[in-house]
C-alpha cells in the first residue's frame, strides 16, 4: 500500500493550506487515518487522526485551527489548516491502516511534505 502526500508549500503566517493524501495498492479496507509532523530536532507528533466512521482526534495545539476529513471512496485523506503559525513549520506525514487485499493488516506512511510558515 503506497501513500502520496501533496499541499505543502510555503505561507504567510495566518494562512491556510491544504494536504491531501492518497492511499493506492492492493486494498480491502481503510481504517484509521492520519496526519503526524515533524520539525528540525523534534521527534514525530500526531496532528489529527480520523477513523472510518469518521470519529478525528486532534492534538491541542492545532484545535480549532486544523480540520481532518477523508473521502473512503476515494482512499484519501485531507488536512485542511487555518491560522498558520511560525510553529506549525514541519514536515507533514500522512498515514493509513488497514487491511490489504490478502486480508493482511496494513500501517503504511507518506513520504512527507513540507509546510514552512514564515513572512
Known amino acids: 500500500v503506497q501513500l502520496q502526500a501533496s499541499g505543502g508549500g510555503l505561507v504567510q503566517p495566518g494562512g491556510s493550506l491544504r494536504l491531501s493524501c492518497a492511499a493506492s495498492?492492493?486494498?480491502?479496507?481503510?481504517?484509521?487515518m492520519g496526519w503526524y509532523r515533524q520539525a528540525p530536532g523534534n521527534q514525530r507528533e500526531l496532528v489529527a487522526t480520523?477513523?472510518?466512521?469518521?470519529?478525528?482526534r486532534y492534538a491541542d495545539s492545532v484545535k480549532g485551527r486544523f480540520t481532518i476529513s477523508r473521502d473512503n471512496a476515494k482512499k484519501t485523506v485531507y488536512l485542511q489548516m487555518n491560522g498558520l503559525k511560525p510553529e506549525d513549520t514541519a514536515v507533514y506525514y500522512c498515514?493509513?491502516?488497514?487491511?490489504?487485499?490478502?486480508?493482511?493488516?496494513?500501517?503504511?506512511w507518506g513520504q512527507g511534505t513540507l509546510v514552512t510558515v514564515s513572512s
Open positions: 498515514n493509513a491502516e488497514g487491511l490489504s487485499s490478502a486480508l493482511v493488516k496494513f500501517n503504511s
Open positions: 480520523i477513523s472510518r466512521a469518521g470519529t478525528t
Open positions: 495498492g492492493s486494498i480491502f479496507r481503510i481504517d484509521g
